[in-house]
């Protein structure tokens, strides 16, 4: 069996500094494997059941129960199994369940730079999925920091929750009808904990902050170095344990996981790049004329929040800034980009403004900042008046914070000056939210689509060489997915 022999080259103990884990189908379920050990598994019921294992399978935890917080710098180069792996089953399976999904995917080891990184993301392992999740404002409980944490897939329920979309019958992401639910696709759930149900905001804004990870952001909060995202924690919810995104725990997978409440492997956005086997062609939403274009792979029978909203409340409006998952709102960046019309942008004085004195002379930092400059300059629009009423939902893609989080690692001085730069673009906004007089009707989301994981030094290997050695014909993806059918 080709498959067998190409998740036996791949766990080879040669490889095991490079290679964490493989994940796979097998006939009847879903199997995980490295060179210390496996594990298959099959759904059952709601949930899944372990068929056989071996070894020291690399999962250690099916549940993100416990912060982790110290252990991330303390042991930077863990491997799946002694890192935990929140919803490992249930991430890995609706991942390769999708019909785009690799045959076999590669979960890299924190060990070595596959991508030529500092920091990187993607895996199954706690450092990688967890990302941050702080909200406050009307409708939102002041629970303070709370030793809780919540999923990627909640976060477009919550959103709608609190946008006020009523509660109607719906089905989950393959198709089982589920009542009760604010989406008409709906694999997550709202997190009641922290709403409030006698209250609801005339207005949510959500700042993404993409890639922070979730302990660098609570470090920053607590050295006061990001002062407007403190003042949310304190007079709202935050969840310490972070907000679990789905596999693959990267960028447009999980921006549309977190506008939709659909797992990646449902949503047709699987991942940043992929083999589309229905019409035999690579797919990469990174490269600009498809990132622009990202939502023409989203399953059209799935929700976005813009399009909840609308179904909701027509007359509302809603504004996305820099967003990939744009889907049904009223303005957007990109959808302005599309179609080729001339997008407002700050003048010289508004780009400069929160971009780091010293590191702001790095060309990758100057550009990102240069990008999240526009990004809060187009919602800003919407707020300071000159476009009549305010929006009901704003959304701003801020980048910075995973650029450098890739340049320089999490824990870097630079990935904390991107982030107090990026907390600083966050009140901006708000300051011409609260002179607009609206600040008390206004709630504040901040998230992060993943999170992101110091990698050490070290050349990227070719692992799709080493295949072709062994004589395995396949087709690799961004260095992890490999798919044997589309050679
Ligand atoms: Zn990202």
Redesign the pocket.
């Known amino acids: 069996m080709p498959l067998d022999r190409t998740e036996a080259v791949l766990t080879d103990p040669t490889l095991k500094s490079l290679v964490d884990a493989v994940v796979r189908k097998t006939e009847d379920g879903y199997r995980m494997a490295s060179a210390r050990g496996s594990i298959d598994f099959r759904r059952d019921g709601d949930g899944f059941e372990v068929v056989s294992q071996t070894g020291r399978p690399p999962v250690n935890d099916t549940v993100a129960d416990r912060p982790d917080a110290g252990s991330e710098q303390a042991d930077p180069w863990a491997t799946l199994g002694n890192h935990a792996t929140p919803y490992a089953f249930e991430h890995t399976a609706q991942f390769l369940d999708s019909e785009q999904a690799p045959d076999l995917a590669v979960l890299h080891t924190p060990s070595h730079r596959f991508h030529g990184n500092a920091g990187e993301?993607g895996s199954l392992g706690i450092t990688q999925s967890r990302a941050p999740f702080i909200a406050a404002g009307p409708g939102v409980i002041k629970r303070g920091v709370v030793e809780e944490h919540m999923r990627m897939v909640d976060v477009a329920p919550t959103l709608a929750a609190l946008l006020g979309c009523p509660k109607i019958d719906g089905v989950d992401g393959v198709g089982t009808p589920r009542s009760g639910v604010r989406l008409a696709v709906q694999d997550g759930t709202e997190r009641s904990e922290m709403l409030d149900p006698d209250q609801r905001p005339e207005h949510v804004i959500v700042f993404l902050m993409?890639?922070t990870n979730n302990n660098a952001l609570h470090a920053a909060i607590a050295d006061g170095e990001a002062p407007n995202i403190a003042a949310l924690a304190e007079r709202g919810t935050a969840y310490r344990d972070g907000l679990i995104a789905s596999l693959p725990t990267?960028?447009?997978a999980?921006?549309t996981t977190s506008m939709t409440g659909v797992h990646p492997g449902r949503s047709g956005i699987l991942h940043n790049t992929w083999f589309d086997r229905s019409c035999g062609k690579s797919v990469d939403l990174l490269e600009l004329e498809s990132m622009m274009r990202a939502c023409d792979h989203l399953r059209p029978d799935i929700e976005t929040v813009h399009e909840a909203l609308h179904r909701a409340r027509p007359e509302a409006k809603s504004v996305s800034a820099f967003e990939y998952a744009d889907r049904g709102s009223d303005w957007s960046t990109w959808a302005e980009f599309r179609s080729k019309r001339s997008v407002s942008s700050p003048g010289d004085e508004e780009r400069r403004r929160h971009r780091h004195p010293e590191f702001g002379r790095e060309p990758k930092y100057r550009y990102m900042s240069v990008i999240d400059a526009q990004s809060v300059h187009h919602a800003q629009r919407f707020w300071d008046g000159s476009q009549g009423e305010p929006p009901e939902f704003t959304f701003v893609n801020f980048?910075l914070t995973?650029d450098i989080g890739h340049f320089r690692g999490p824990h870097s001085d630079m990935t904390r000056a991107a982030i107090t730069d990026t907390d600083a673009r966050i009140g901006q906004l708000l300051e011409v939210v609260e002179a607009s007089g609206r600040l008390d009707r206004t709630t504040a989301v901040v998230y992060?689509?993943?999170g992101m994981q110091q990698v050490a030094e070290g050349e990227p290997v070719d692992l799709g060489a080493i295949l072709l050695q062994e004589g395995i014909p396949h087709r690799m993806i961004d260095a992890q997915f490999v798919y044997l059918d589309a050679v």
């Open positions: 993301h993409d890639g990267a960028t447009l999980n921006h980048s995973d992060a689509d993943h």
